[in-house]
């Protein structure tokens, strides 16, 4: 039987693992989930466990709070003792977060193979920790499982070997037709008293975005002022509620924070929106998917696909651009888009097909 460790962190590698673990045991494979702990909120985990069935992981290294040296160092000493007698014959990492880099660095001093779901894709904005992530774990990956045609490109362009790359689709997409049906049944829009399409989903969570004072009430300022155009709901990051105080966007009337909500409602809020105006990567994918307008609150993406096929827009986080995509929007003037190749709902079983056949 074929041994596949499966290593999770944050609520999008949630959404990835979900479907991937699925299709390696319906192969008959073992498949062992470690959660790190890295997102210790249970809002930004236990719910999503429980919304996606996901079974409790097998492991939970607890790491916690603490920066991002702390984190992955702490995840890789863990590492240790955690699969030193389970010996799994590949660890498959995903995404862009510390703990994906970490996966790899554990993997490579460990001398287990490492996947890597969501490989090769690069916003080439150097500052990004995610983008150094990507960068370490596609080098030091066996499998590199990619999401669409760019991200084989700069593989290519960083002469990885043909042999290691894999253009499988995204499974975040099998996540989200496995659960459609679902979320058309969610009552968060009663919960919320909201009518479809009345509103627009706000998300804002980057260093880039946030961390800094100026630029965040910059923004703020703006998206207070788009409100007033269309109503902002803003499920908020634990990493960003203690920064709302004081700023445009707390005493907004036209903008709602909430709690973060499970993937289902939040799915169901994406879909029934006028628009998303959010700083994830995962959102820009899931707009496209869904055929919701996305303005995107950053100066380049990784998932260039979402622009070029999909409903993305790149504004950055210029006022005049971020305000006239809002009225865009409303004028039924935003671009259609259409679903990329192989978003079919069937990438974990392309990944599942070839680590198992390894």
Request: proline share 6%; net charge neutral.
């Amino acid at each position: 039987m074929k041994h596949i460790a499966l290593l999770a962190g944050a609520r999008p590698n949630f959404m990835k693992i979900a479907p991937l673990r699925a299709a390696l045991v319906n192969r008959g494979a073992r498949a062992t989930l470690i959660h790190t702990g890295q997102h210790y909120d249970p809002l930004m985990s236990d719910v999503f466990f429980r919304d996606l069935g996901l079974p409790e992981p097998d492991i939970n290294l607890g790491v916690g709070a603490g920066d991002r040296v702390e984190q992955m160092g702490s995840i890789v000493s863990a590492l240790v003792p955690a699969l030193k007698e389970r010996s799994p014959e590949a660890l498959v990492v995903v995404g862009d977060i510390t703990s994906t880099v970490a996966g790899a660095m554990f993997g490579m001093l460990a001398g287990i193979p490492v996947a890597h779901v969501e490989a090769g894709l690069r916003s080439f904005h150097w500052p990004m920790p995610e983008e150094l992530n990507r960068m370490f774990t596609d080098h030091h990956s066996r499998w590199l499982f990619v999401t669409e045609p760019a991200g084989v490109r700069n593989l290519q362009e960083e002469r990885v070997p043909a042999e290691r790359i894999h253009f499988v689709g995204n499974v975040m997409i099998d996540t989200l037709r496995r659960f459609e049906r679902q979320a058309a049944s969610s009552d968060i829009l009663v919960r919320l008293g909201l009518q479809p399409k009345s509103y627009a989903v706000l998300t804002l969570h980057r260093p880039e975005s946030v961390d800094r004072p100026e630029t965040f009430l910059a923004l703020a300022a703006t998206l207070a002022e788009a409100s007033t155009r269309l109503p902002l709901i803003y499920p908020v990051h634990h990493r960003v509620r203690g920064r709302l105080t004081g700023t445009p966007l707390a005493t907004a009337s036209g903008v709602r924070i909430i709690e973060p909500l499970g993937y289902v409602d939040m799915l169901a809020l994406v879909r029934d929106a006028t628009a998303v105006l959010t700083d994830s990567g995962g959102l820009q994918e899931e707009t496209t998917a869904l055929g919701v307008p996305c303005i995107t609150l950053r100066g380049q993406t990784e998932r260039p696909i979402t622009v070029e096929v999909g409903t993305s827009e790149v504004v950055g986080h210029d006022r005049l651009a971020i305000l006239d995509a809002v009225d865009r929007v409303l004028a039924g003037k935003w671009k259609k888009g259409s679903v990329p190749w192989l978003w079919d709902g069937r990438a974990a079983e392309r990944i599942a097909d070839i680590l198992i056949a390894a």
